[in-house]
């Protein structure tokens, strides 16, 4: 019904920038879901990272990217995006698209409100 790839992610050395992609595609890509990105570090749970509202008008960050990472979409090309800038070592992790499902417009925090997930993308920062 939905999937999600995400692309992106790599290397990186700390203090530097990376921008992930999230591409949306299937039958449900016309109808509006909110969407979020997600992270997972190696032996620990997967956390919240940032969340947007099918307009683009409500966005939501963790406290612990605030200011250094922005959520984004072009709901023309059914791109969710995430930049990041100023990365830490404590950024690795696997990061993760979601959305919510179909009519499921608002932002949340909260894993549990997402339906579909894409695979993931590794980022490392690391000198």
């Known amino acids: 019904q939905l999937q999600l790839i995400e692309s992106g992610g790599g290397l990186v050395q700390p203090g530097g920038s990376l921008r992930l992609s999230c591409q949306a595609s299937?039958?449900?890509?016309?109808?509006?879901?909110?969407m979020g990105w997600f992270r997972q570090a190696l032996g620990k749970e997967r956390e919240f990272v940032a969340t947007?509202?099918?307009?683009?008008?409500?966005?939501g960050h963790a406290d612990s990217v605030s200011g250094r990472f922005k959520i984004s979409k072009d709901n023309t090309k059914n791109i969710l995006y995430l930049q990041m800038n100023s990365l830490q070592p404590e950024d690795t992790a696997v990061y993760f698209c979601?959305?919510?499902?179909?009519?499921?417009?608002?932002?949340?925090?909260?894993?549990?409100?997402?339906?579909?997930w894409g695979q993931g993308t590794q980022v490392t920062v690391s000198s």
């Open positions: 979601a959305a919510r499902a179909p009519l499921e417009s608002g932002s949340s925090l909260k894993e549990v409100d997402y339906h579909y």
């Open positions: 947007i509202s099918w307009t683009g008008e409500n966005t």
């Open positions: 299937g039958r449900f890509v016309g109808t509006r879901f909110a």
